[in-house]
């Protein structure tokens, strides 16, 4: 029920945009957070949209930007000055309960879009 997309490779200072879109939700009414796995590494926390406001993980403040399109029903992880540590698969994730998702135990997961950042 959520499709992320906009994954590919960019050199490091580059930008993207992933889109997170959701079918059979109404995304106003949830929680929505963007999640990414490096490869060797455990998923981490990388930006999230609540009813309180928006949250970043310290290592993407300044660069990254969430948000929400309520009525294409998507939310966007918009992405500059991209370094190589940004590397990962993107997962976007989605539940009614805040602290689900803040936990990274929502009930509503992408399927991932690769993100590859090249020095």
């Given at each position: 029920?959520?499709?992320?997309?906009?994954?590919?490779?960019?050199?490091?200072?580059?930008?993207?945009r992933?889109?997170?879109?959701?079918?059979?939700?109404?995304?106003?009414?949830?929680?929505?957070?963007?999640?990414?796995?490096?490869?060797?590494?455990?998923?981490?926390?990388?930006a999230?949209?609540?009813?309180?406001?928006?949250?970043?993980?310290?290592?993407?403040?300044?660069?990254?930007?969430?948000?929400?399109?309520?009525?294409?029903n998507?939310?966007?992880?918009?992405?500059?000055?991209?370094?190589?540590?940004?590397?990962?698969?993107?997962?976007?994730?989605?539940?009614?309960?805040?602290?689900?998702?803040?936990?990274?135990?929502?009930?509503?997961?992408?399927?991932?879009?690769?993100?590859?950042?090249?020095?």
């Amino acid at each position: 029920q959520l499709q992320a997309s906009g994954g590919g490779e960019v050199q490091a200072g580059g930008s993207l945009r992933l889109s997170c879109a959701a079918s059979g939700l109404t995304f106003s009414r949830y929680a929505v957070a963007w999640f990414r796995q490096a490869e060797g590494k455990e998923r981490g926390f990388v930006a999230r949209f609540s009813w309180s406001g928006t949250y970043y993980t310290g290592s993407v403040k300044g660069r990254f930007t969430i948000s929400r399109d309520n009525a294409k029903n998507t939310v966007y992880l918009q992405m500059n000055s991209l370094k190589p540590e940004d590397t990962a698969v993107y997962y976007c994730a989605a539940d009614t309960r805040n602290y689900e998702v803040v936990s990274g135990r929502a009930e509503y997961w992408g399927q991932g879009t690769l993100v590859t950042v090249s020095s």
